[in-house]
């Protein structure tokens, strides 16, 4: 049966929360009142086509399509214990491959921009009703830098759970673990929403001893009887951190006509402790006999940070415009306690005069004290977004966004070390941007059709940097879509920006006894090192173009491949001091120490600049996801055996306003057609006005409530439309109660001929029947039965825009979804599947969790994510008159050299609660050149494969299990395995060997690790 009375096309992208809920209550109540009969009549008659033809609220309105959609079933399928996490899993799909690294990707809820990411990072997966992730290009239009990827999250409308969560885990070869304890609890009342999450965890140290490693060679030869310096000096130190996190967001004014405001604060604490070896000091008798002796109290670093985060938001509308405003500001306080290094003198002169023999029981010595590092951060950051359609072109809305923000920061520091005293820096910044989305040519509004959808994003902003000045900069975006599946991009960005304070002015720090591989040398050595800012930095300029090709595959649900070319242009680029090559110590002298022995004994980090940068790269992107394998049968799964079909506790209690108590047996909905119809519409009307007055109606009461007129009374016209189709369900159904054979013949046809129509002939007959119904009169009650109308004219009136036409973006949403829940579909289930969208459809009341972890139809879902990087050029010029160092030809930065391929790929699958994901890096070889004299070395650093996985199971999928052990209601358990083969890049000198400073278990000293969670919803 063709069920238009749930059909609700309503644009609603862009809009406040407030707004969409307001706005969406109409559609959930018609969802609502449709339930019933639909929950009966489509779950026999395997023809029903459930149509929910309305754009999800909160969906981001742009025209680039989504990179990669998540529905509830998608999410599920990735066994993320928060949003957090699953911003994690998702990996390849939410980064930018600019050039530039990107950043963390820029965070809409519900469409509106928020103050921060954690407001949700915390929230349960299960709360998300869907997900898109959009292109870089996105970002402007909501006022972010266009270098960024774009996640909106759409919460359900109605959802509560409380949660815990505690992992253990470390590393198989022992010497290390780490532990965390997280729980949550989580309230969504349409715009109304209260979190708090509360968060511990700690990690046990690792030190040298436990690799087997002494890279001290100041120490080689003690005493045997004096301690080990290597079980003094960690590889990972010891640390913990707890934090409290809170959000509300309330409506404003009535029914939240005036906006939404959400407030949220964070506290975090975090301290660590590691260990920088032991002092050691080589002891000459007077007979000229020497004696290594190394000290037994290690040098110690301990450090605390105390961080208050607090923010907030403001959503709502002025006039035709969306205006989002927001707040937030941090306070952080960190010091540190850094052990000076003692006078050894006393011993060695001691030693000389023979009063201390060289293998005695060294005397103590005076406590050194300490040198102590004290920074407070404060930063407040604002913004404001208006985002309207003033102007109707030939193409289609203009779209306009005006951007306006100030921040303002400092940096209040000091460290005994330096001897400067204490350091004050601040900063202020005041920025305006505007951003313009001008359709060219539009397929849907027939103007250039030929050509396909053309679109072109401007954005233009300057900022007011107090003390650099005025940066500008601005882009354009130029986005062609010829035909439904290929999409080609082009954009170019200009940008200035100014170092970070922390560049400019962080505190100076010392580190003792740091492994160092000295290119010139050919060894390792154990150096000091400085950190901190440089007052000296320049403005940084960028220019940079970017092209793309993406093409969505025909033969997957959800399947986008993506090519992307990317060249960047910078100048006056600063930066961290790079390895110490040959050329970087010539450029720079002053930042290298050496003893009188040639050998390194000191180096400063602090940052500097470069003269250019320059960078070519290709980038492929592979995204799929879809479900798989058949659904449930007729009473099998969950659904079938929770309580009242519905899941007992999996939907919210079991009880509340639509729940399984409301829902009726075929047999049930027989006596209701049996008491209510007629073939005479008055009495028919009469019938259902006495059952809706009667103390206890059979049906929903958001029923009633669509059907009623702007009077308060029923509307004839609805009411009659709900007999045709309710009264008609029965007529021949025979023992199924379902529609009838011709019912199902007529719509099969009427499916088969509009899903053969292209976007715009649909539209087009849409629109004719808007022309039919007028000319008859307004009548939805065909004389000749071969002559019903498409839909009834009230709700063709929903599907028409403030001018009284059809609107095409609409009409299209309803096309797509009467063809999805074509003859293929299981069970006449909706198109989009998934318990989630049929406890919607049945009023569902509250969700925890959208049905437990997986929620689904008892099909599987997989999911992947991959992309490649090939690096075309990577070049850095030190100076105008200085060396260019190629980073793909011998040169570094830091780190090693820059390899030319990398490939990145997750993926996983979910079924009938089983679930597993895996995540899985390359990174190709690279080399760094030496100085070509002797004694110097070329490294040579090998290719890099790790390999990840999860294995989880989702115990609300597995029935049987919880029914032997009620406890896992609601539970999840998973182990994973990191880095599966143990691997890690080797290097090597060019005779093979392997220097000090990049022994494996430097470079990774964790290694392959484990990772055993338990999850748990109530």
């Not at 060695?348 to 103590?364: H, R």
């Not at 070519?616 to 449930?632: I, K, V």
């Not at 849409?766 to 065909?782: I, M």
Request: with cysteine.
């Amino acid at each position: 049966m063709l069920s238009p009375a749930v059909v609700h096309a309503q644009e609603a992208s862009g809009q406040d929360p407030t707004q969409q809920d307001s706005q969406a209550d109409d559609a959930d109540a018609e969802i609502d009142a449709a339930g019933e009969q639909i929950d009966n009549e489509c779950r026999e008659d395997l023809n029903c086509v459930v149509i929910s033809g309305a754009r999800l609220l909160g969906q981001v309105d742009a025209a680039q399509e989504p990179i990669q959609t998540l529905d509830e079933a998608d999410i599920a399928a990735y066994g993320a214990g928060s949003i957090a996490e699953l911003v994690q899993q998702l990996g390849p799909a939410v980064n930018s491959g600019g050039g530039r690294g990107g950043g963390p990707p820029a965070i809409l809820l519900n469409g509106v921009r928020i103050s921060g990411f954690r407001e949700l990072r915390n929230f349960p997966p299960e709360a998300i009703e869907r997900t898109e992730i959009l292109p870089e290009e996105t970002a402007v239009r909501y006022g972010f830098a266009p270098n960024q990827r774009v996640i909106n999250f759409i919460l359900k409308k109605n959802f509560t759970a409380k949660t815990v969560e505690i992992e253990g885990g470390g590393s198989f070869r022992g010497g290390s673990g780490k532990g965390e304890i997280e729980a949550s609890a989580l309230n969504i009342s349409g715009s109304t929403r209260i979190s708090l999450a509360a968060e511990a965890e700690s990690q046990s140290r690792l030190t040298e001893a436990e690799r087997d490693l002494d890279l001290d060679t100041a120490a080689q030869g003690r005493l045997a009887t004096d301690p080990d310096p290597s079980e003094f000096r960690t590889l990972i130190p010891e640390s913990d951190e707890i934090s409290l996190n809170g959000t509300v967001a309330v409506p404003i004014g009535e029914a939240g006509k005036d906006g939404a405001l959400t407030v949220n604060g964070t506290l975090t604490r975090n301290s660590s402790r590691s260990l920088s070896g032991l002092e050691s000091v080589t002891l000459t008798d007077s007979l000229g006999n020497t004696q290594v002796r190394t000290l037994d109290d290690p040098l110690e670093r301990q450090s605390r940070t105390a961080t208050a985060q607090l923010g907030a938001s403001y959503a709502g509308a002025i006039d035709d415009w969306q205006l989002s405003v927001t707040a937030d500001g941090t306070h952080a306080h960190s010091i540190s306690r850094i052990d000076r290094r003692r006078d050894l003198s006393l011993l060695q002169s001691q030693a000389l005069a023979g009063t201390l023999a060289l293998d005695a029981d060294l005397p103590a010595l005076p406590y050194a004290g300490f040198d102590f590092s004290d920074s407070t951060t404060n930063r407040f950051d604002s913004d404001a977004t208006l985002t309207g359609r003033p102007l109707l072109l030939p193409g289609g809305d203009l779209l306009v966004t005006l951007n306006t923000g100030a921040t303002f920061n400092s940096i209040r520091s000091s460290d005994t070390r330096s001897g400067t005293g204490e350091t004050f820096l601040d900063r202020s910044r005041y920025a305006g941007k505007v951003t313009l989305g001008v359709p060219i040519t539009s397929v849907n509004e027939d103007f250039g059709a030929f050509l396909g959808d053309l679109t072109l994003d401007l954005t233009g902003g300057v900022d007011d940097v107090s003390d650099f000045g005025t940066l500008y900069g601005w882009s354009g975006s130029l986005n062609w879509r010829p035909l439904d599946r290929v999409g080609f991009t082009a954009t170019y960005q200009y940008a200035e920006a100014a170092p970070s304070l922390s560049q400019l002015g962080a505190p100076i720090t010392e580190s003792f006894n740091v492994p160092v591989f000295d290119f010139t040398r050919g060894e390792t050595a154990l150096v000091t090192t400085i950190s901190g800012g440089n007052p000296n930095l320049l403005r940084e300029t960028q220019r940079d173009w970017k092209f793309a090709f993406n093409y969505e595959l025909p033969f997957v649900e959800n399947g986008r491949f993506q090519v992307e070319y990317f060249t960047n242009r910078s100048a006056d680029v600063a930066a961290s001091l790079p390895t110490i090559t040959p050329e970087i110590e010539a450029a720079f002298p002053d930042r290298i120490e050496r003893d009188a022995a040639g050998q390194l004994t000191r180096i400063d980090y602090r940052p500097i600049t470069f003269d250019q940068r320059k960078s070519r790269s290709l980038r492929f992107s592979l995204n799929l996801s879809g479900p798989f394998g058949a659904a449930y049968a007729e009473g099998e799964g969950p659904q079938a055996q929770g309580a009242g079909g519905g899941g007992g506790r999996r939907a919210g209690g079991g009880g509340g306003e639509g729940g399984s108590s409301a829902r009726m047996t075929p047999e049930r909905m027989q006596e209701l057609r049996d008491q209510l119809c007629s073939d005479d519409p008055d009495k028919f009307y009469a019938n259902l006005k006495a059952l809706a007055n009667s103390e206890n109606p059979p049906f929903p009461a958001q029923m009633i409530t669509q059907l009623k007129g702007a009077d308060g009374e029923l509307d004839p016209q609805k009411v009659e439309f709900v007999r045709r189709q309710f009264c008609r369900a029965g007529d021949g159904a025979g023992e199924q109660g379902g529609a009838s054979a011709p019912d199902r013949e007529r719509l099969m046809a009427l499916r088969k001929e509009l899903c053969a129509l292209e976007p715009a002939e649909f539209l087009q007959r849409l629109r004719d029947e808007v022309v039919r119904t007028e000319n008859a009169g307004g009548d939805d009650v065909a004389a000749d039965e071969g002559d019903r109308p498409l839909l009834p004219p009230f709700l063709l009136e929903r599907l028409k825009d403030e001018n009284g036409e059809i609107d095409a973006e609409r009409a299209e949403q309803l096309r797509q979804r009467i063809c999805a829940a074509g003859p293929g579909s299981e069970g006449g289930q909706q198109a989009e599947g998934g318990q989630g969208s049929q406890q919607r459809a049945r009023g569902g009341g509250r969700r925890r969790g959208g049905g437990g972890f997986g929620g689904g139809d008892g099909r599987g879902r997989f999911f992947a994510n991959a992309d490649a990087t090939l690096r075309l050029q990577d070049e850095i010029s030190i100076s105008p008159v200085g060396p260019v160092l190629d980073l793909l030809d011998g040169d570094s930065l830091g780190g090693g050299g820059s390899p030319e391929f990398e490939v990145r790929a997750y993926g996983g699958i979910f079924y009938r609660g089983f679930g597993s994901f895996f995540s899985a890096n390359y990174g190709g070889p690279s080399r760094i050149d030496g100085a070509g004299l002797p004694g110097s070395t070329d490294l040579f650093y090998g290719d890099l494969f790790t390999l990840n996985a999860r294995l989880f199971v989702d115990f609300d999928q597995r029935q049987g299990i919880v029914d032997a052990v009620p406890f896992l209601e609601g539970s999840r358990v998973s182990i994973s395995v990191a880095n599966i083969f143990d691997t890690r890049r080797t290097v090597v000198d060019q005779n093979g060997d392997v220097p000090d400073a990049f022994n494996p278990d430097l470079i990774d000293p964790y290694g392959r690790s484990f990772q055993i969670s338990f999850r748990k919803a109530f």
